[in-house]
């Protein structure tokens, strides 16, 4: 091969990647020396001396700097440009000059231009070149003078029997040649200065990006040649192709201090450190580990000074590079656990030699120092979960919650080289509250749950170090402005700001994130969160009053301690927040919250008030508004019974103020007492007011529904009627307790006329008012109170068996209903209890006869028996039918199916024929027809379901709140697959329904109304009930309660509105979660019958979750196994490209307009 040439080298067509070092090791191409040679090895390097290498590389700078002045001193001698280095560089890195020389093992590609003959050959040509060709000797001489500083460089360079190492010599002596010269270069003046308005020249020490990827591919061939292949197996292993074998241990030490050293003082310049720390600090670091720390077997040839250098510049590699980089490599090096053998049958991956011991304790103490560095936490957490949030399905969620939960567990412990578990503490756990505040939003949700993971972890292991090197900064900012803090004298003056605005709200945020998101109900932290409660509260009403984000937050961290906490805690908690006790720290008496100017709030001490009108309303309206935001807290904790509950508290209460409130009023009137004494009995008016403006506002502002059970019921009359025999109704206010009194008495009424369906449980909760209306009716003055009370004690005593006729007058004075209706079920449902008295009211004060309700609990259990087993009785043998009407049911109750379905058919006729005998037997129908649809026999139930859709769309208003009572809650005793099978029918029912409503007209009410109209005035029961059936765990009800889902949105069109939202987000839930293809298939065609409902109204009704189900159904296409499931959604993203190319291009119509001009 000539020396020089004006064609271009191969290497350069060939591409960039030409150097692979797992496919060269299994190829054999690199193979390590057999013999001791090379065993000379480099000696402890001084500190690089810039001024002195550049003086004696005599070299200017680049594009000719200054020369000296005067000549004074000789001019240098020009030294080798990098220009020449990298020129060197590539040739000794040349691929094979033709196909000739490659050979039939190297294969397709540039691996065998690294073949040990390649190798020899690009070593000769470079020797020829820098004794030959013009313009090298500069270059020669300073390879010599680094070799001469070098002796194990020099030896292996000059041997010819190990190629491999003798390149990798040839390669970091060019390279500690293109350092020397790159630092003179940077060390001698500027040549020239940009102009103005031109960009600064590149400095004269900086690279291109040829000469960049050049001397890339120099540092790998360097690494993988003279580094790699002398490492043990387990230390540095990286997946790949095995190893080639070991050279001998007697040069294996000395040459890998030799590489190591070279590329440790290559490290150490910035451009050539940069390139070989991010892409080789991994083997560097595990050449230094094993050289500083290994065994002595490894480091045979190397002198113990040479290992102390090798432990510092390990030390130094680590605290310049970039920690989260230094965190992963250290993870790498110290390897993997033991993994548990592959069960049979599972894929195997080729496994790595696991480190040796001495490794996995040395990268443990490495990382641990790491982490007890200054923001050594974030560095931590970085190394390990960066790269690792860009998956948005369940198993790439699952990685990410594992990984959260070992960095959480490795933050938690406290490492060996701290001694104290104090100082541990007091040094990362700022770091871990920091990681609450991270503003990148990339990375701020995994940084967010490893911190909250951590405080969690830590409060379960070590409370007391937790609550007070966490919890207590925490909530530091609001801690600082309760009752019980100690406000310095300086900090009293009016205007003080005590919170700013920014810590306020971070602090509101961390609270959200660590209590709420975290959601461990640990006594530690509802202690430490009750401890602030009362200034959050505060800052809620405050929020409330004024437009602020912060109102929010506030309240879901009161909503989450109300239900987490237990009841008696959370009562006394709202007892607090209205004022009754102290259980909570209120606000600072002399703070106060002010509105901020990014819409947060700040705490400053407030201004005095001088006039007292002022002040007093100041007091009165913050005490009301306190009241109000109570209450509307409230409101959001009915379902848990939390608000009934301590609406019954306000009540008992208020039974103790009216006991009191005579002898409060007789000791004011005392004379001489005490100031003690008044004070007190201020205290006790203000309690006394407080309890009086909470009940009232209670009854206005909480709804009907704040009672969840019969217990809750029990509870508040109880209180009513404690109160009424403890303050008989007298003087001013007796009209209105008398009313309610009357109201509580016919709330038990309504209840035992069968309003509620009681279990034998709730008879049990009932008698404990059995004294109260004992001796209501013993002492109360109103002669038919006392009545009423004695029947209501004998009716809850019989259980109802007895029940006199004031019970059913006083139940349908509750429920709003003339006497004489009697009181049924609502909307005439026959799955609930109906009237006890049959429709028929009794006398006003009269008894009925004890046998009237046996016989009507014998109808009414013959009428809910399901009657597939036998011949049932007539179920309306009592009523006026005709023969043949009478007949018909008969003959639905028939145990032959044809007989019952050819019934069923003959009534649905009636039906549709609008007979009016039938249709004043609707109920009795209905009944019919739901019992039938429970039959196992195909031609029955789909007779029944037909008679039940035409029943219902003739009044649907009735029948509409039954059939989704009974879709919601399936019949009690019947089996889970039973019950889903009914279901389904149900909602076959509601879907023909739903089809009957159609286009057309309906007279409801004395109004014609659309029967859309009724179809809509039900949109939302409709979809919540199908909404519920896809969460049900027979994955055929899912199905099915998504198909009607399908029909119903597009049924109603652009009528969805508000559930359009719910909707989506159900699907995407399913869509992407559910394990059975058939729902998934389901959810998906939703979606398609949606898109096709609405056509060109699909971005009007969809446009705030068009993009959101347009990603769906890209997810579905990309990531579904299902075949069907991927069908429907490429059908659906035809569906919304016709509509979207419909919007965007409407079709152009040629029109002519005429106007008349008046």
């Known amino acids: 091969m000539a020396a020089g040439g004006a064609a271009p080298p191969r ?4 591409g960039s990647h030409f150097l692979s070092l797992p496919k060269m090791a299994a190829a054999g191409l690199v193979r390590p020396p057999q013999d001791g040679g090379g065993g000379s090895h480099l000696p402890p390097p001084p500190p690089p001396d810039l001024p002195k290498m550049a003086a004696e590389s005599r070299a200017p700078p680049l594009h000719g700097g200054p020369k000296m002045a005067g000549g004074a001193e000789p001019e240098p001698e020009p030294g080798p440009e990098p220009e020449r280095v990298v020129e060197a560089l590539e040739l000794l890195l040349r691929p094979p000059a033709g196909p000739s020389e490659r050979g039939d093992a190297a294969g397709p590609g540039p691996e065998g231009a690294l073949r040990p003959e390649t190798l020899r050959d690009n070593a000769a040509a470079l020797e020829e070149r820098l004794r030959r060709a013009p313009g090298w000797a500069a270059l020669r001489g300073l390879r010599d003078a680094v070799l001469a500083r070098a002796p194990a460089l020099a030896a292996g360079a000059a041997g010819e029997a190990e190629p491999g190492w003798a390149a990798a010599c040839g390669l970091l002596a060019l390279l500690l040649c293109l350092k020397e010269r790159l630092a003179a270069l940077a060390a001698a003046p500027a040549a020239r200065r940009a102009g103005p308005g031109a960009a600064p020249p590149p400095g004269p020490d900086t690279l291109s990006v040829a000469q960049g990827r050049a001397v890339g591919r120099a540092l790998r061939a360097a690494v993988g040649l003279g580094l790699a292949p002398y490492l043990p197996p387990g230390v540095g292993q990286r997946p790949g192709p095995p190893a080639p074998p070991p050279p001998p241990p007697a040069t294996r030490g000395a040459r ?13 310049h910035p451009a050539l450190g940069g390139p070989l720390l991010s892409r080789h600090l991994g083997l560097l670091l595990a050449g230094l580990c094993l050289l500083g720390h290994g065994p002595a077997a490894h480091s045979e040839g190397v002198s113990e000074s040479e290992r102390a250098r090798c432990r510092e510049a390990l030390r130094h590699i680590l605290d310049r590079v970039y920690q989260p980089l230094a965190v992963r490599e250290l993870l790498v090096l110290q390897g993997r656990p033991k993994q548990s053998p592959p069960s049979p049958g599972e894929e195997t991956k080729p496994a790595l030699v696991r480190a040796p011991a001495w490794l996995r304790r040395l990268c443990g103490q490495l990382l641990s120092e790491r982490l007890m560095r200054p923001s050594g936490v974030q560095a931590v957490v970085r190394g390990i979960m960066e790269g690792t949030g860009g998956g948005s399905g369940a198993e790439a969620a699952a990685v990410d919650w594992r990984k959260c939960d070992t960095v959480a567990k490795i933050l938690a412990s406290c490492p ?9 503490y007091r040094l990362v756990c700022p770091q871990i509250l920091d990681l609450l505040r991270i503003p990148d939003k990339l990375t701020a949700r995994q940084f967010q749950r490893v911190a909250t993971t951590t405080l969690l972890t830590m409060a379960k292991e070590h409370p007391q170090l937790a609550e007070r090197h966490l919890l207590q900064p925490l909530l530091a900012p609001l801690l600082r402005c309760s009752e019980t803090a100690e406000l310095a ?19 509101v945020e961390d609270v959200l994130k660590v209590y709420v998101v975290g959601n461990d109900s640990s006594s530690l932290l509802l202690r430490s969160l009750q401890s602030v409660l009362g200034v959050v509260f505060s800052l809620y009403s405050f929020a409330k009053q004024n437009v602020s984000y912060l109102r929010s937050p506030c309240q879901e961290i009161l909503l989450w301690f109300l239900e987490k906490s237990e009841r008696e805690v959370s009562l006394a908690v709202l007892e607090g927040f209205a004022g009754l006790n102290s259980s909570v720290r209120a606000l600072h008496p002399r703070c106060q919250f002010r509105a901020g100017s990014e819409g947060g709030a700040t705490i ?14 100041q007091k009165v309206s913050s005490e009301q508004c306190r009241v109000e935001s109570l209450v509307e807290l409230l409101s959001h904790c009915q379902k848990s019974g939390l608000a009934g509950d301590f609406f019954i508290y306000c009540l008992k209460a208020l039974t103790r103020v009216a006991a009191e409130d005579e002898a409060d009023s007789n000791l004011a009137a005392v004379p001489g007492g005490s100031l003690l004494e008044l004070e007190q009995y201020h205290a006790g008016q203000r309690r006394k007011l407080l309890v009086l403006q909470l009940v009232a506002t209670l009854c206005e502002s909480v709804s009907d529904t704040v009672f969840t059970d019969v217990a809750q019921v029990q509870e508040f009359v109880a209180a009513t009627l404690q109160r009424a025999c403890v303050s008989p109704a007298r003087g001013p206010g007796a009209a209105v307790e008398a009313q309610t009194l009357a109201m509580a008495m016919g709330l038990v009424a ?8 009681l279990q034998s449980g709730d008879f049990a909760v009932l008698k404990r008012l059995v004294p109260l209306l004992e001796e209501l009716s013993r002492t109360y003055p109103e002669p038919l109170t006392q009545e009423l009370a004695a029947d209501l004690r004998i009716t809850i005593c019989t259980h109802g068996a007895f029940s006199p006729g004031t019970v059913g007058a006083a139940a349908d004075g509750v429920l709003g209903k003339k006497p004489g209706t009697g009181t049924q079920s609502p909307a005439g449902i026959p799955g609930r209890a109906p009237s006890p008295r049959g429709g028929r009211a009794p006398p006003r004060h009269g008894r009925s006869s004890p046998s009237a309700p046996r016989e009507r609990s014998e109808e009414e259990s013959v009428s809910h028996e399901p009657s ?5 009785p007539a179920p309306c043998a009592n009523s006026p039918a005709p023969a043949g009407l009478q007949e018909l049911l008969v003959s639905a109750c028939d145990p032959q199916p044809p007989s019952r379905a050819a019934a069923l058919r003959h009534l649905s006729s009636l039906i549709a024929q609008r007979d009016p005998e039938a249709l004043r037997l609707q109920e009795k129908l209905l009944q019919v027809f739901l019992e039938n649809v429970q039959h196992e026999d195909a031609f029955v139930y789909l007779s029944a379901i037909q008679g039940v859709a035409l029943l219902s769309s003739e009044y649907p208003e009735r029948i509409l709140p039954v059939l989704l009572a009974r879709y919601g809650c399936p019949a009690q005793g019947t089996e889970d697959t039973v019950a889903a099978v009914t279901r389904m029918k149900l909602g076959e029912v509601l879907m023909r329904v739903t089809r009957a409503l159609g286009p057309g007209g309906k007279a409801i009410g004395g109004f014609l109304l659309s029967r859309g109209d009724v179809v809509f005035k039900h949109r939302e029961p409709l979809v919540q009930a199908f909404l519920r059936g896809a969460r049900d765990p027979d994955g055929t009800l899912r199905a099915s309660s998504l198909s009607n889902l399908g029909e119903l949105c597009q049924r109603l069109g652009f009528q969805l509105g508000s559930i ?35 056509s060109e109204k699909a971005t009007e009704v969809l446009q705030d979750v068009l993009r959101d189900l347009y990603r769906l159904l890209k997810h579905v296409v990309a990531a579904e196994p299902d075949g069907a499931t991927v069908l429907h959604a490429q059908l659906a993203l035809e569906e919304l490209d016709a509509v979207m190319r419909r919007v965007l291009f409407p079709p152009q119509v040629l029109e002519k307009k005429i106007v008349v001009l008046p």
């Open 11 to 14: 290497w350069r067509r060939a």
């Open 256 to 268: 890998l201090h030799a590489a190591t050293a070279a590329l440790a003082e290559l490290a150490r």
């Open 416 to 424: 060996q080289q701290c001694l104290s578990l104090e100082d541990y």
């Open 489 to 507: 004298a300086e900090d009293l003056s009016a205007g003080t700001v005590l919170v700013t605005e920014a810590e306020l709200s971070s602090c």
């Open 604 to 617: 400053a001490v407030e201004e005095t008030i001088g006039d007292e009108d002022e002040a007093l309303y």
């Open 750 to 757: 309504a209840m035992l006329s069968g309003a509620v369906q």
């Open 868 to 872: 597939t087993v036998g011949p049932a």
């Open 1060 to 1094: 359009v939202q719910e909707v989506t987000s159900c699907l995407t839930a399913i869509a992407k979660t559910d394990p059975e293809a058939e729902v998934r298939r389901a959810a998906v065609h939703v979606v398609v019958l949606l898109l096709r409902g609405l």
